[in-house]
């Protein structure tokens, strides 16, 4: 069974941190082109950032850069987002995503919440 399962939201003050993972199941995430997404009730789905399977290749929302960084471990399938410095701004559900081709698979996501 596929699964992407994120982990490690939770409330945090602003200019906090926090270690967002992804736990890949079910097929063979190494080959994957792996993104972190983040979505805000009402408002569409946001590409924070992505990170190509060899972990070569990295890439950011110019919202998040200098202060997020995207890394994976495919010796235990899964992905990581390390986030600094966090604003209000960046109060979100954040989702793992896992792409190939046209294969696109999604976790539920895991609420952060930035707030003094």
């Known amino acids: 069974q596929v699964q992407l399962v994120e982990s490690g939201g939770g409330l945090v003050q602003p200019g906090g941190s926090l270690r967002l993972s992804c736990a890949a199941s079910?097929?063979?995430?190494?080959?994957?082109?792996m993104k972190w997404y983040r979505q805000v009730p009402g408002k569409e789905r946001e590409l924070v950032a992505t990170?190509?399977?060899?972990?070569?290749?990295?890439k950011y929302a110019d919202s998040v850069k200098g202060r997020f960084t995207i890394s994976r471990d495919n010796a235990k399938n899964t992905l990581y987002l390390q986030m600094n410095n966090l604003k209000p701004e960046d109060t979100a559900v954040y989702y793992c995503?896992?792409?190939?081709?046209?294969?696109?698979?999604w976790g539920k996501g895991t609420l952060v919440t930035v707030s003094g």
């Open positions: 995503n896992a792409l190939l081709g046209i294969v696109d698979y």
């Open positions: 079910g097929f063979a995430a190494n080959f994957y082109v």
């Open positions: 990170i190509n399977s060899a972990g070569g290749s990295i």
